[in-house]
């Protein structure tokens, strides 16, 4: 396999746009503690609590209480994991990747990557993009940012190598399905961001 000739590649970057997501201010501890108490569950928990408190039923309004704080506690799990993906994402952009174009392996800028690119990722890289596994050398990823599960996981050929995770050992070439904010990691930047997320070619196709 080849990969890509440059002008492909600048075809469809032209055509699909550039690996990157609109950029945002991550937010401070603040804000993101905010949003956790602006979750659904969490509020209603409020208002139990004051209701019992009112009707002086102390039982109730302790046990409504005692539910909160868990609800806040998991809202600001979600909340930060949000936020790493957010950051994550602007990170990508100033990164290099190693991409098969006319023939041979070379370094590019993440944000000229496109869909079709055969890319190489070694122990210890980011994947730069959501990759398709064609080639899978003992290789096992960190796909704490996404799931918050820390224990590596074993990756073989068709598997997905989603942007923003660890090549935690071994080698994989892969093939970019999606880029920018159609990847997973593009996702929850979107929702952080309350913006529609773009469908990949790929997945329309599909």
């Given at each position: 396999?080849?990969?890509?000739?440059?002008?492909?590649?600048?075809?469809?970057?032209?055509?699909?746009?550039?690996?990157?997501?609109?950029?945002?201010?991550?937010?401070?501890?603040?804000?993101?503690?905010?949003?956790?108490?602006?979750?659904?569950?969490?509020?209603?928990?409020?208002?139990?609590?004051?209701?019992?408190?009112?009707?002086?039923?102390?039982?109730?309004?302790?046990?409504?209480?005692?539910?909160?704080?868990?609800?806040?506690?998991?809202?600001?799990?979600?909340?930060?994991?949000?936020?790493?993906?957010?950051?994550?994402?602007?990170?990508?952009?100033?990164?290099?990747?190693?991409?098969?174009?006319?023939?041979?392996?070379?370094?590019?800028?993440?944000e000229t990557l496109v869909l079709g690119d055969?890319?190489?990722?070694?122990?210890?890289?980011?994947?730069?993009?959501?990759?398709?596994?064609?080639?899978?050398?003992?290789?096992?990823?960190?796909?704490?940012?996404?799931?918050?599960?820390?224990?590596?996981?074993?990756?073989?050929?068709g598997g997905l190598l989603a942007a923003g995770?660890?090549?935690?050992?071994?080698?994989?070439?892969?093939?970019?399905?999606?880029?920018?904010?159609?990847?997973?990691?593009?996702?929850?930047?979107?929702?952080?961001?309350?913006?529609?997320?773009?469908?990949?070619?790929?997945?329309?196709?599909?």
């Amino acid at each position: 396999m080849d990969g890509l000739t440059s002008a492909e590649a600048a075809a469809r970057l032209a055509r699909y746009g550039a690996n990157l997501t609109p950029g945002q201010r991550p937010a401070g501890g603040w804000q993101i503690a905010a949003r956790a108490f602006l979750d659904p569950m969490v509020g209603l928990l409020i208002v139990a609590a004051a209701t019992y408190i009112a009707l002086g039923d102390g039982l109730d309004a302790g046990s409504a209480l005692l539910a909160f704080v868990p609800g806040v506690g998991g809202g600001l799990v979600r909340e930060t994991r949000t936020e790493r993906a957010v950051r994550a994402l602007r990170d990508l952009g100033a990164t290099r990747a190693r991409v098969l174009r006319d023939g041979r392996f070379s370094a590019i800028p993440t944000e000229t990557l496109v869909l079709g690119d055969r890319v190489r990722c070694v122990e210890g890289d980011i994947a730069p993009a959501d990759l398709q596994v064609a080639r899978a050398t003992h290789a096992f990823v960190d796909r704490s940012l996404l799931t918050g599960e820390s224990v590596p996981e074993s990756l073989g050929g068709g598997g997905l190598l989603a942007a923003g995770t660890v090549l935690d050992a071994g080698q994989v070439d892969g093939d970019v399905v999606a880029t920018g904010r159609a990847t997973e990691l593009g996702r929850i930047g979107g929702m952080v961001q309350g913006g529609s997320v773009r469908r990949s070619p790929m997945e329309v196709r599909a």
